[in-house]
């Protein structure tokens, strides 16, 4: 069930009228069982091994408190990691030797035709950070039906943003209809569809024919797709995550941003504090500081940095190009730290700035390659394009429009300065754009694009 789809809104619009109509103190159950319709919308099994997978962790938790025993957590946190690697990489694997005809297994072949579970990857580091704050004495008691709606939460359920337990408990039982989450849930819903409907799809559509045949476009349109695609996939995701708090807010939660204007970062330090911003936050906290942090010698920070994200990047994926993707983001971090420290933007000048933004942004763009494109083979194919002087073009007028309408959004996020300028007119603003964006919307011919993300 896809947040820009019809049958989003009359779940939302059923889930929502039942939760405020109902006493405070059923509410949090109305959540869970929408929040179950929800994931068992797209799957009745996975929900059934969800839903176990829940229940497996929550004793783990229950012995850690109970316990003080170091062997519930090593339990819990094994089981979620077996859980993950064996349907995203040991199940993807044997996939791919089956396919190829170099092995069958009768057993293992049945299993292969499965999908991987929707949103296993997010799940999974939720209950691991969850287990680990357990065992680091952040909370003394564990309520499952808080764990429960804590995980499966449907606004944030499927491709986050990552949460912690301390973003959303003290949220339960408490939440309020008030008309600043009204305004700010209508807000962030109606930003998520501009940035992923009108913006991330239109540039999919014209960049994707660029991906499949790259040898039938000019070099031009070759380089320009690689810098679209990174506003693809920030509309994208960062459009998902505006739905979500959009949703969350109009339900009276608060859950966390994911995104802020990551394309006018001057270093990759920043980028990566403005860009999923909630992944890296656990990547620091439950596998950056164990490794000893900054506390370390210089050596071993660039290689504990290296490391981490080579392991960010195959937690987005499952081939070897994800790890090179996430290996090379490492690199650049590190050489970055050993050159420059930590940049600092207020000491910059304002041109310095300019060519710093430009020059983030195209490393970015450039080992977005090894994020779209599964093989090496396909991603020299991609490249060995771009001295082509004829072929097929895509910088046209609408593709022009996207991309600077890409940057307005960028800049209007960047400190939230228009935020606080236009509040008092926000009731006129959210007008406005609901009937922009609805014209907009009626004018589009082209199937539910899912998101991104959703394969992580």
């Known amino acids: 069930m896809l947040f820009n789809s019809i049958d989003y809104f009359y779940f939302f619009v059923t889930c929502y009228i039942l939760y405020w109509i109902s006493p405070a103190r059923f ?207 920030y509309g994208d995701f960062s459009g998902y995550t505006d739905l979500a708090r959009g949703s969350a807010f109009l339900l009276g939660y608060e859950i966390p941003e994911n995104f802020r204007s990551p394309f006018l970062s001057v270093s990759f330090t920043e980028l990566w504090s403005r860009w999923h911003y909630t992944l890296s936050t656990w990547i620091r906290d439950y596998l950056y500081i164990p490794l000893g942090g900054n506390r370390v010698s210089e050596l071993r920070y660039n290689l504990n940095t290296i490391l981490v994200m080579s392991l960010s990047g195959l937690w987005h994926g499952n081939t070897y190009t994800f790890f090179l993707w996430g290996f090379f983001h490492g690199i650049f971090l590190s050489i970055e730290r050993f050159a420059f420290g930590r940049p600092d933007r207020k000491s910059m000048s304002n041109l310095k700035k300019l060519f710093a933004v430009i020059w983030i942004f195209s490393i970015f763009s450039i080992l977005a390659t090894f994020f779209r494109i599964d093989t090496l083979e396909k991603i020299s194919t991609f490249w060995t394009a771009i001295v082509n002087v004829k072929g097929k073009i895509i910088y046209k007028p609408d593709f022009w429009g996207l991309i600077i309408g890409s940057y307005i959004i960028q800049m ?45």
């Open 412 to 456: 209007i996020e960047y400190k939230q300065y228009f935020a606080e300028k236009l509040k008092p007119y926000t009731t006129w603003i959210i007008f406005f754009l609901s009937f922009f964006v609805y014209i907009a919307l009626s004018k589009i011919e082209a199937p539910v694009e899912t998101f991104i993300y959703f394969q992580f």
């Open 27 to 233: 509410r949090k159950y109305i959540l869970i069982i929408f929040s179950l319709i929800f994931y068992g919308y797209w799957s009745g099994s996975f929900l059934i091994h969800f839903v176990l997978f829940i229940v497996i962790t929550h004793l783990c938790v229950i012995g850690i408190l109970k316990t003080k025993k170091r062997i519930f957590l090593i339990l819990g946190v094994s089981i979620n990691l077996i859980n993950l690697c064996f349907f995203k990489y040991f199940l993807t694997y044997l996939k791919y030797l089956m396919s190829e005809g170099n092995l069958t297994i009768p057993f293992f072949q049945s299993l292969s035709e499965f999908v991987l579970p929707l949103a296993i990857s997010f799940y999974t580091f939720q209950m691991i950070a969850y287990l680990v704050d357990a065992w680091r004495g952040k909370f003394s008691e564990s309520p499952f039906i808080h764990f429960l709606l804590f995980i499966l939460f449907f606004p944030q359920l499927i491709a986050g943003p990552i949460m912690r337990h301390d973003d959303f408990y003290d949220q339960i039982d408490r939440s309020k209809l008030t008309f600043d989450f009204v305004q700010r849930g209508i807000l962030h819903i109606i930003s998520g569809l501009i940035k992923k409907v009108l913006i991330a799809d239109q540039i999919a559509k014209m960049i994707n024919p660029v991906y499949a045949n790259p040898g039938e476009y000019d070099g031009v349109s070759i380089l320009l797709s690689t810098f679209a695609f990174s506003f693809q996939v």
